[in-house]
């Protein structure tokens, strides 16, 4: 008679690691890209992170090839803080420097306009 047998993470320990983000990270929010290309990720990373307090750390997952050089633009581009990055996994900072400008911590809306419908 055989049993089942459920894969756990010390079957595939270089597997498990790539499923899961790295543990030392601390973050607010996650925000899964799935299996979309980097420029639809960011649209609705932005539209995600919209109502975020700055300073808010974010959890960016993408398996799109370009998002290592894509995602780092992105931040660079729209003054928010890529903290680490392990593809798939992306920690990023929203807008850190508007927390320093607010002493009440509401967000500066200058250029932070929603999108059009």
């Known amino acids: 008679m055989t049993q089942e047998h459920s894969p756990t993470p010390s079957d595939s320990p270089n597997t498990f690691r790539e499923e899961m983000p790295p543990q030392e ?20 990373l932005y539209t995600y992170l919209l109502p975020m307090p700055p ?3 974010v959890l960016l ?3 799109d090839p370009a998002a290592p050089i894509e995602f780092p ?3 660079r581009m729209t003054r928010n803080t ?3 990055m392990r593809p798939p996994y ?8 508007w927390k320093k400008e607010q002493p009440h911590g ?6 932070h306009q929603p999108l059009p419908h």
């Open 55 to 57: 300073g808010t750390k």
């Open 25 to 44: 990270w601390n973050f607010d929010e996650e925000f899964d890209g799935g299996e979309e290309t980097c420029g639809r990720v960011i649209i609705n």
């Open 106 to 111: 509401e967000p500066i809306l200058r250029d």
């Open 61 to 63: 997952i993408s398996k």
């Open 73 to 75: 633009a992105w931040c």
């Open 90 to 97: 992306y920690l990023i900072e929203y807008k850190p420097e």
């Open 82 to 84: 890529l903290l680490d």
